[in-house]
T-cell receptor, first 114, second 117 residues
């Protein structure tokens, strides 16, 4: 069963507008959530994260919102830039046996049009 | 640059042949991971290591084995490659001593693209 779901495979927005990427999860034991960005032929890179005890975290143009009751998080990018065009992966962390492992969603391909 | 090197970066092989992918880190971190990325599946954990000779399975470990004889090297082996193992493989490290994502996140290598014919 898929514990982290990104239901939109792709999203297209205009430069300067807001991009909103969504992620749903099923496991209430997840204690930390992260977003990664991936360009073609490169490894994923960490973008922003949020603890399960918070509902918002902001870093420059990027803000992540967490709604625990709905088991939903979203990544807002404002304003969107063409360089933001990439695949974005939502990930969740669950403590397990002294370590933590990340469970990833399938990704959403964001295209920002000039 | 997280000091992670994957080799080979590209490999084409025949079904039934053994394949070993290498992940090398220069920062002496304890936790290392192997993920595979496939269209429609995102990133899935194959195996991970929490120290020399200490490894554990991830969600898609069947058909794969790993070894970690030195802190800096984490090897992923496909004993007998199959076409379903055609994928892009990513190694990752955690920079925290406990491997906790909340403190250090994961840093990924550039990937190894494997094609099994």
């Amino acid at each position: 069963d898929q514990q982290v779901k990104q239901n939109s495979p792709s999203l297209s927005v205009q430069e300067g507008r807001i991009s909103i990427l969504n992620c749903d999860y099923t496991n209430s034991m997840f204690d930390y959530f992260l977003w990664y960005k991936k360009y073609p032929a490169e490894g994923p890179t960490f973008l922003i994260s949020i603890s399960s005890i918070k509902d918002k975290n902001e870093d420059g143009r990027f803000t992540v919102f967490l709604n625990k009751s709905a088991k939903h998080l979203s990544l807002h990018i404002v304003p969107s830039q063409p360089g933001d065009s990439a695949v974005y992966f939502c990930a969740a962390s669950v403590p397990q046996g002294g370590s933590e492992k990340l469970v990833f969603g399938k990704g959403t391909k964001l295209t920002v049009n000039p | 640059d997280a000091g992670i090197t994957q080799s080979p970066r590209h490999k084409v092989t025949e079904t039934g042949t053994p394949v070993t992918l290498r992940c090398h880190q220069t920062e002496n971190h304890r936790y290392m991971y192997w993920y595979r990325q496939d269209p429609g599946h995102g990133l899935r954990l194959i195996h991970y290591s929490y120290g020399v000779k200490d490894t554990d399975k991830g969600e898609v470990s069947d058909g794969y084995s790993v070894s970690r004889s030195k802190t800096e090297d984490f090897l992923l082996t496909l004993e007998s490659a199959t076409s379903s193992q055609t994928s892009v493989y990513f190694c990752a490290i955690s920079r925290t001593s406990s491997g906790a994502a909340n403190a250090g996140e994961l840093f990924f290598g550039e990937g190894s693209r494997l094609t099994v014919l």
